[in-house]
């Protein structure tokens, strides 16, 4: 099972600035299967990206995801209130199980 | 608009047997692997199984933590999945998601608490 290790386990920026979530697997992950979402208090999660970079319809641009093997990054390149929430990593591969990240809480400074 | 309804979540004593289902509308449903997600209360998402569409084999797969004790299935004419779950332990506690799709998930259900408790 591929263990997923997010950074930092809170993140206190202001609106406007940028954001750089991490996420680290144990083992590479096979075809760049990372998913990220963001949760909200009370709500279900959203996905955000696949495929390590592809946005998910409906996701504004200012949302990105790259990375490959065991390293992958989330960034929000300029903070909308909306978006203080709480986001998590997904590997997404073929075989079972899928696992998530602990998850990186970001709030607002 | 695709939309996914958690239903089914209660108290229930240790032991005891739940089920729970996931109504969707605005796709057809049979084309999709149905996903089954639980977070226990202040922690983070656990995936707990997946019943895939019949063009994948219609087969299920299952988290160790539940295996032999939880059963997913489908019915495809009615668009709606189970989740039944048996011998649950206070550890189930948590609030359990459907989600659409084979390995991530684009659509979630709003989710429904299952608390299992003496």
């Known amino acids: 099972e591929i263990v997923l290790t997010q950074s930092p386990g809170t993140l206190s920026l202001s609106p406007g600035e940028r954001a750089t979530l991490s996420c680290r697997a144990s083992?590479?992950?096979?075809?760049?299967?990372l998913a990220w979402y963001q949760q909200r208090p009370g709500q279900a999660p959203r996905l955000l990206i696949y495929?390590?970079?592809t946005r998910a319809t409906g996701i504004p641009d200012r949302f990105s995801g790259s990375g490959s093997g065991t390293d992958f990054t989330l960034t929000i390149s300029r903070l909308e209130p909306e978006d203080f929430a709480v986001y998590y990593c997904?590997?997404?591969?073929?075989?079972?199980?899928?696992?998530f990240g602990q998850g990186t809480k970001l709030e607002i400074k | 608009e695709v939309q996914l309804v958690d239903s089914g979540g209660d108290l229930v004593q240790p032991g005891r047997s739940l089920r729970l289902s996931c109504a969707a509308s605005?796709?057809?449903?049979?084309?999709?692997?149905v996903n089954w997600f639980r977070q226990a209360p202040g922690n983070g998402l656990e995936w707990v199984g997946v019943?895939?569409?019949?063009?994948?084999?219609?087969?299920?797969d299952y988290a160790a933590s539940v295996k032999d004790r939880f059963t997913i299935s489908r019915d495809d004419s009615k668009s709606i999945a189970f989740l039944q779950m048996n011998s649950l332990k206070t550890e189930d506690t948590a609030v359990y998601y459907c989600?659409?799709?084979?390995?991530?998930?684009?659509?979630w259900g709003q989710g429904t608490l299952v608390t299992v408790s003496s």
């Open positions: 997904q590997q997404h591969g073929d075989s079972p199980p899928t696992t």
């Open positions: 019943i895939r569409s019949k063009a994948h084999g219609g087969t299920t």
């Open positions: 083992q590479t992950v096979i075809g760049s299967s």
């Open positions: 495929d390590a970079s």
């Open positions: 989600a659409r799709g084979r390995t991530w998930v684009d659509y």
């Open positions: 605005g796709f057809t449903f049979g084309n999709y692997a």
